[in-house]
Nanobody, 123 residues
Framework: VQLVESGGGSVQTGGSLRLSCVFS???????MAWFRQAPGKEREGVAG???????KYTASVKGRFTISQDNDTNTLYLQMNTLRPEDTAKYYC???????????????????WGQGTQVTVSS
């Protein structure tokens, strides 16, 4: 399974970006998610989506970020609005389990990862 992210870049506070992740394969029992990792910090889950369209967000991005998936083009999206400097990180697309729907995001639940795309938000 290959996942390729794109759409990162540099924006000012309050700006928007849309990340894309094209994946080569998925399964009806899998979920997809976006994680991010800032320098010196652990990788954290940002948003996830099931094949049925159920979504979950980490508290800090609720109301600002929207995850969606286009099964016709095998593309996962993350629309990021009202960006803040603390959103600066490398963002990763991941495919795997759906345990996050019932608890916290964990990198251990995802077996497939993209190479990441950098998002930098300046104040």
């Amino acid at each position: 399974v290959q996942l390729v992210e794109s759409g990162g870049g540099s924006v000012q506070t309050g700006g928007s970006l849309r990340l894309s992740c094209v994946f080569s394969y998925t399964h009806s029992t899998w979920c997809m998610a976006w994680f991010r990792q800032a320098p010196g910090k652990e990788r954290e889950g940002v948003a996830g989506i099931s094949s049925a369209g159920e979504t979950k967000y980490t508290a800090s991005v609720k109301g600002r970020f929207t995850i969606s998936q286009d099964n016709d083009t095998n593309t996962l999206y993350l629309q990021m609005n009202t960006l803040r400097p603390e959103d600066t990180a490398k963002y990763y697309c991941a495919a795997g389990g759906c345990a996050f729907l019932f608890g916290d995001f964990s990198t251990n639940d995802f077996g497939y990862w993209g190479q990441g795309t950098q998002v930098t938000v300046s104040s």
